[in-house]
């Protein structure tokens, strides 16, 4: 009996992200011995990530989070805009409470540590074309901690009007942006960005990023 067709027509177009290069090619070797999966492109960088992903218009992709010229979330979300049939699924080897929970705002099908076997990260990018989220255990456990923690109904998340300035630092920290990458996109110091922070943190009654992320969300949804 003849094996099935894998033919690109019938293939799930797969784009790596990810700025190690001996990662991608062995993500490349592992899709390749994959049968109904396509890797029909790679990106190392945020910028080239977008691009390719704009070009090619793949079923998935499959992301870094850190990149060297900034954060897989930034190209999630700016790939989702401009090509809202692509399904991003991350895989880092980062445990990272903000990036899980920045990730997720951006649109991502997915959250998956490098930890995950072969066998089922194949699966998950199969899984993430059919519709499903895919989210691993760690990730599941901040989602829920985070939502469960500032859900309540009670004042004391509430807190103190922002300023207009510490609302648009609190919105790219919501996009999952660093202290250093917020001072550049406004035009600020570490500094006074680290002020605004603390300012605004107390004003949530919050102590961490990702609880301020979920107020943030959570407002802008209202």
């Known amino acids: 009996m003849p094996p099935p067709e894998t033919s690109s027509t019938s293939s799930i177009r797969l784009l790596l992200v990810d700025d190690h290069e001996i990662v991608r090619m062995g993500l490349r070797e592992l899709f390749n011995r994959s049968q109904g999966i396509e890797v029909v492109g790679e990106a190392g960088s945020v910028a080239s990530a977008v691009a390719e992903a704009t070009r090619l218009k793949p079923d998935v992709i499959l992301m870094d989070v850190r990149l060297p010229d900034g954060s897989g979330v930034e190209a999630c979300r700016e790939i989702l805009a401009a090509c809202p049939g692509t399904r991003v699924l991350f895989l880092t080897s980062y445990q990272d409470d903000e990036a899980i929970l920045a990730a997720v705002f951006a649109g991502a099908h997915g959250f998956l540590q ?94 961490r990023r990702s609880q301020a992320a979920v107020i943030f969300s959570q407002r802008s949804n209202r």
Do not use: C, W
């Not at 250093?180 to 949530?204: H, M």
């Open 114 to 207: 490098k930890e995950i076997g072969g066998e089922s990260l194949v699966r998950a990018v199969k899984e993430v074309v059919s519709g499903k989220s895919i989210l691993d255990p760690a990730a599941i456990r901040v989602i829920i901690e985070q939502m469960r923690s500032l859900s309540a109904p009670d004042a004391a998340h509430e807190g103190d009007p922002l300023s207009p300035q510490e609302q648009r630092v609190l919105a790219l920290v919501a996009q999952g942006k660093t202290n250093k990458e917020i001072a550049a996109v406004l035009g600020l110091s570490d500094k006074t960005v680290k002020n605004y922070l603390s300012n605004t943190f107390q004003k949530l009654r919050v102590s």
